[in-house]
Antibody, heavy 132, light 107 residues
Framework: QVQLVQSGAEVKKPGASVKVSCKAS????????IHWVRQAPGQGLVWLGW????????KYAQQFQGRVTMTRDTSISTAYMELSSLRSDDTAVYYC?????????????????????????WGQGTLVTVSS | DIQMTQSPSTLSASVGDRVTITCRAS??????LAWYQQKPGKAPKLLIY???SLESGVPSRFSGSGSGTEFTLTISSLQPDDFATYYC?????????FGQGTKVEIK
């Protein structure tokens, strides 16, 4: 079955960087964008960006531009999200999620080429705690 | 960014009740809306995409409707497993944004 398994919890000091991994299985890794979403304690969901595993192309949410880097290693079907210059308000659970549609798949109404889709499935989440 | 506003923020209901959650967008998002269910300590789970398409394996008591700026998620007969927080998400334009969530509690 389609599954995304993330790396374990991290504790970082302010100013440091964190790199979270997301290993995919059960499908063609290069065929679907991988998105990253975070959720601060007791808060809602915020989209950080996506990576196209096929090309390595990325798109980041403006509020994280310059601090987030998404990469992938297709040989091991794994995506990575690195966030730098960590602050206390970066404390959150970070999720990876697969894009809802096969890259390039077209229906009568649209073609899925730009990463604007629903997310399914999601990884189990990685808690990143930023504390001095 | 498009703002997504859910109402109510909290809903108290009983098993068997019909439950409706509303999600409003700050501008038209056509039908590009998804609904998720999240339980404490777990990742969100997709319920509905493209405003009204039921994800495979999701019980038929869940349904979605709407287009443009106003959308609803309906649970026709609330079951014990449905007590959770529900989020809407727009994917009409970047950045993809979520509503603030609606917590469905036991009455």
């Amino acid at each position: 079955q389609v599954q995304l398994v993330q790396s374990g919890a991290e504790v970082k000091k302010p100013g440091a960087s964190v790199k979270v991994s997301c290993k995919a299985s059960g499908y063609n890794f290069s065929g679907y964008f991988i998105h990253w979403v975070r959720q601060a304690p007791g808060q809602g969901l915020v989209w950080l960006g996506w990576i196209n595993p096929n090309s390595g192309g990325t798109k980041y949410a403006q509020q994280f531009q310059g601090r987030v880097t998404m990469t992938r290693d297709t040989s091991i079907s794994t995506a990575y999200m690195e966030l730098s210059s960590l602050r206390s308000d970066d404390t959150a659970v970070y999720y990876c999620a697969r894009d809802g549609a096969l890259l390039g798949y077209c229906t009568t109404t649209r073609c899925h080429t730009n990463g604007l889709n629903w997310f399914d499935p999601w990884g189990q989440g990685t808690l990143v705690t930023v504390s001095s | 960014d498009i703002q997504m506003t859910q109402s109510p923020s909290t809903l108290s209901a009983s098993v068997g009740d019909r439950v409706t959650i509303t999600c409003r967008a700050s501008q038209s998002i056509r039908s590009w809306l998804a609904w998720y269910q999240q339980k404490p300590g777990k990742a969100p789970k997709l319920l509905i995409y493209d405003a009204s398409s039921l994800e495979s394996g999701v019980p038929s008591r869940f349904s979605g409707s709407g287009s443009g700026t106003e959308f609803t998620l309906t649970i026709s007969s609330l079951q014990p497993d449905d007590f959770a927080t529900y989020y809407c998400q727009q994917y009409n334009s970047y950045s993809q944004t979520f509503g603030q969530g609606t917590k469905v509690e036991i009455k």
